[in-house]
């Protein structure tokens, strides 16, 4: 189950057994479960139904919105009957934490943003590849979201992506008065180290930035994640 992995990001893994999965996904948000797009989000919003635990306790709704809507209702209930795919080639990678206790200050929303990236980033290096398209969202309490992808051919490092993330969710964050519940942040669009594909300008520097954050991989690898901290985590 994804949002069961999703929680244990972003190595860990989570075993939901089936009779813990009602009280499992009962809080969480509709918009989080995979599948439901748009279109079905704003129905459900219309009718009340803002979590899972709500969606499970409305099936004749789902009923009279036909195949669509029954067979979405049979996977948020997990009676889909779906087969778990073994392996696949990876799309994407991402990282997100919802907040029990939501953020209004913003210094202490920008320090959460760099740790998870730098979770985030040593994933990316781990598995060797080179993103260039990067999701980021924000959620906010009692409120909505503000999400945006990008695009940006560089030579993947440390460096580039704490400074990209925290400009770009300087951008995002379009309700600085409202206190943020959710962090997300996906990577994918990989391709090769090939400086024909990437920023030429950029290309330089990143070089020299790469070589350090496959020191410093290598480095948390041994001796754990929090051996090398950035300055905005402080």
């Known amino acids: 189950m994804k949002l069961a992995t999703g929680t244990a990001k972003p190595y860990g893994t989570r075993v939901v057994r089936q009779e813990e999965i009602q009280e499992f996904v009962k809080d969480i948000a509709i918009d989080e479960f995979p599948g439901v797009g748009r279109a079905f ?10 979590t899972i635990g709500q969606a499970w306790d409305s099936p004749h709704l789902y009923e009279s919105w036909g195949r669509a809507g029954r ?25 997100s934490r919802n907040m029990d206790h939501p953020i209004k200050e913003r210094d202490e929303l920008f320090r959460r943003i760099a740790i998870l990236v730098r979770h985030w980033s040593h994933t990316i290096m781990k598995l060797g590849v080179n993103p260039t398209t ?8 009692n409120w909505g979201s503000s999400k945006k992808q990008y695009t940006i051919y560089r030579l993947f ?10 400009d770009k ?20 669009k990989f391709i090769h180290h090939d400086p024909k594909t990437l920023d030429m300008l950029e290309y330089e520097e990143d070089t020299k930035m790469r070589k350090l954050t496959d020191a410093l991989t290598k480095v948390r690898e041994k001796y754990g994640m929090d051996i090398v901290r950035g300055g905005g985590e402080l």
């Open 71 to 95: 067979d979405l209702y049979a996977k948020l209930t997990d009676n889909d009957h779906e087969g778990v795919q073994a392996s696949r080639s990876r799309k994407g990678i991402g990282i």
């Open 157 to 166: 490092n440390e460096k580039f992506i704490q400074e990209f993330a925290q």
């Open 169 to 188: 969710f300087k951008e995002l964050d379009l309700y600085p008065a409202l206190a943020v519940k959710y962090i997300g942040m996906s990577a994918g």
């Open 134 to 141: 990067f999701h980021f969202s924000l959620g906010y309490e």
């Open 41 to 50: 989000s704003k129905n459900m919003q219309k009718y009340g139904i803002k």
